[in-house]
């Protein structure tokens, strides 16, 4: 399903995508696949009500699946990951590595979310580079929110308006330069964007949101074609059930695997691009120390808030004194937690440790993700 008036142009003339493709005799392969985990280190993307599940772990692990997949089923494929850790990279870091990589592909993966809702809306979306047209119509009014909320990690660096040469994510004006960039791999774009779509269809996030031409900066400065996938809602709880479990992000990783042969083989010209094999879950689980874990809504922990803050502080910052935290959205703050434990009398031995480091700080008990004072 295609959301947008606007993209059905593209559609009627989707009979010229196949002169975009080598010919079946020339020797032109799909070579190098770009992965870009969204997010990372001080981004941690959207969050989950409880405050405990990440989209920067997620689309990691999703990610990590994804790219093992294909290293065991094209060996002679180059897969670069933009990040394979928890660190953060700029979008212009990430369109530079697929850049400098040479990529025919580029596969940014994400998770949506919305706020103030208490179920909201479900499913999994793509995109492609789209074009703008005016404020409050056609793509801008259904997708901008996403849009500024994932262009918005620009702002996270120190010298953006610099790099950025004055783009500001949060203005709809500075979306206007973006409506000349429809090139030679748009309808490339919009041929993978249709498989991924078709072959996520049914699966662990069961609804499809369709396909979308959305001003995405990092796909605006990728010179290959490239999509950007929504894997689901934070926000839903459904979505936030299948998105938390090993085999619902097995399956997502999968299914965008699944896109990608169908793609290599149309690319490549025909049968010479079968996959040799796809690793078995177990194997494709490895890693285990980077994957998300369970997020049981009423698990009840104990710890010291030791500040309240409007701006998501890095994890080095020494305001922390070395003491590993949690931040917990509250609102338009973050309360910094350390010391969780699911033990009271642990946390009260450790908030008489600390507590000289962290004057005004108190005991917390943290119960469906929200820290309230207990003395």
Known sequence: MVTHRNFLAVLSAFALL???????????????????????GKDAG????????MEKTIVLDIGK??????????????????????????LQGRADIANRNGADLFISVH???????????????????????????DLYAGNMEVVKRENSVILLEDDYSTRYEGFDPSDPESYIFMNLMQNANLEQSLLFAQ????????????????ISQDPF??????????????????????????????????????DLYDAFVRYKKKYDGGSKAEPQ??????EAAEEKEDAPQAEP??????????????RKMPRNDPFFHGEAFEAFPSGKLYKYVVGLTDDPAEAKKTFARIKDKFPGSFLVKIENGIPARTQ
């Open 18 to 40: 196949w002169a975009a493709f080598p010919a079946a005799g020339q020797d032109i392969r799909l070579k190098t696949v770009v992965i870009d985990p969204g997010h990372g």
């Open 46 to 53: 959207c969050i989950s009500p409880s405050g405990k599940t």
């Open 65 to 90: 699946r994804f790219a093992r997949m294909i290293r065991a089923g094209y060996p002679d494929v180059k897969v670069v990951m933009t990040r394979s850790e928890d660190v953060f990279v700029t």
């Open 111 to 137: 998770v949506n979310s919305v706020e103030k809702k208490r179920t909201g809306p479900n499913g999994y979306s793509v995109h492609i580079l789209g074009q703008y047209t005016s404020k409050n119509r």
């Open 195 to 210: 498989m991924v779509e078709e072959e996520m269809r049914g699966g662990t996030i069961h609804a499809s949101r369709g």
């Open 217 to 254: 900066y990092v796909l605006w400065r990728t010179a290959m074609p490239a999509v950007l996938v929504e894997c689901g809602f934070m926000s839903n709880p459904d979505d936030r059930a299948a998105l938390i479990k090993e085999e619902g992000r097995e399956k997502i990783a999968s």
């Open 277 to 282: 094999a796809k690793p078995a879950p177990e």
């Open 297 to 310: 809504e009423g698990n009840v922990r104990y710890g010291i808030q030791v500040s309240a803050s409007s």
